[in-house]
């Protein structure tokens, strides 16, 4: 009976996996966010403990409903999209320039869909696909188990005047 | 009689001046230009034969009428304006960041006012003075002296889709 159960919850977990990543509650790619707010920039160096899986350009944008969660003191509000571009680096004649597309994360406000990750969804795009994200569960968790320890509503970025 | 007409050429030559740094005519501080397009970004490091008068982390703006441009295989249209920001670089921990910010450099297109310089007027703002640019005439000359050079209007970079 044990042995069932779990069984059923592995199904349903697999199949909540799906809908998240290919349904229509799939946190879709966010079209058009280089014409967001640039929020700022940085490169994850070699020398950073984050470079195997964070390494590169990144460059951040919100669109307009995250310009005002990050001008307020409090939550970011529903319909806020965060994007972190990230972009391979390329080293020329001692400026670093930016290279091709590695990734577009996203992070989407909805506090009652995302009830359980801190109101934030979590989303991967690789490379230029823009139909499909690349999260499993664990990886959205992993997300959130490092952002719900940033101050700010979960978001460790602040925007620049 | 020479000398007194040297002596016109060059009151009128500084009158000019002192017009386009404060008067009426002079370029200004391109408010707001942190919500423009970001185009592109890099960074102008100490190996950079560049480093000793632009380095840096340098972001790119444009507003709506320069994003018309770049997207065009002709001029930029009068109106375009265009951002060079650059900032302090801070590392830590094999992060390079965001630091401070040293200027701002201003592209102005007005194929009439700036038709000796391209049609490009050009300013830089330091620190964060937002009212009157240090530009001397001499200085422009030298920005459009390199950047005539570049092969769409006078304009080196390109836009990111």
Redo the contacts between chains.
Sequence with gaps: MRRTTSGLLIASWACALYAAADGPDAIKYPVGY??W??V????????????GRNGG?H?F?ANERAVEGYRSAGAFPDGSILVDERLEVREE??????GTRISVAVMVKDATRFRDTGGWGFEVFTGENTSAGVLTAERRNTCFGCHEKATHDSVYSAI??
């Design positions: 280089r014409q707010q640039h700022k920039s940085s490169i994850v160096g070699p020398q950073s403990a984050s470079f350009m460059h944008y004649k001692g400026n670093t320039l930016e620049r005047p």
